[in-house]
């Protein structure tokens, strides 16, 4: 599946009501429900491959972290992660909020 661009989901709110609440137990799955979730990830074939989770912090590619619950909200940012000759860099690419059972994509700057 191709990533969306992330402009055309600026404006986006996704919400479904058979899936509330949201809890710290079920919001990543609620998250991959979503249109902001890329499909190609290295979330997806981790859980898809039943590999170790160690693969997040190492392997080279897009991937999301689900930040601590704070007020009912939660904090989901993607980022991408690639290697060049012995340097690995890390930057994070989009910050989602999940709140009220609601999830949204913060706008850049």
């Known amino acids: 599946a191709a990533e969306p661009s992330p402009q055309g989901l600026q404006h986006v709110a996704f919400f ?3 899936f509330q609440p949201v809890t710290p137990q079920n919001v990543w799955a609620y998250f991959r429900l979503s249109p ?13 491959q039943g590999a170790d989770e160690s693969k997040l912090k ?21 980022h991408k992660r690639e290697t060049i000759g012995s340097r690995q860099t890390e930057c994070c690419r989009e910050v989602y909020y999940v709140s009220a059972g609601r999830i949204f994509m913060a706008p850049t700057i």
């Not at 392997?59 to 689900?66: A, H, P």
């Not at 009912?72 to 940012?77: D, H, L, S």
């Open 58 to 78: 190492t392997e080279d590619g897009i991937f999301y972290k689900v930040k601590d619950q704070e007020n009912g909200a939660f904090c989901i940012t993607k």
């Open 36 to 48: 902001f979730y890329d499909s190609t990830c290295l979330n997806e074939y981790i859980t898809m």
């Open 16 to 18: 479904r009501a058979d």
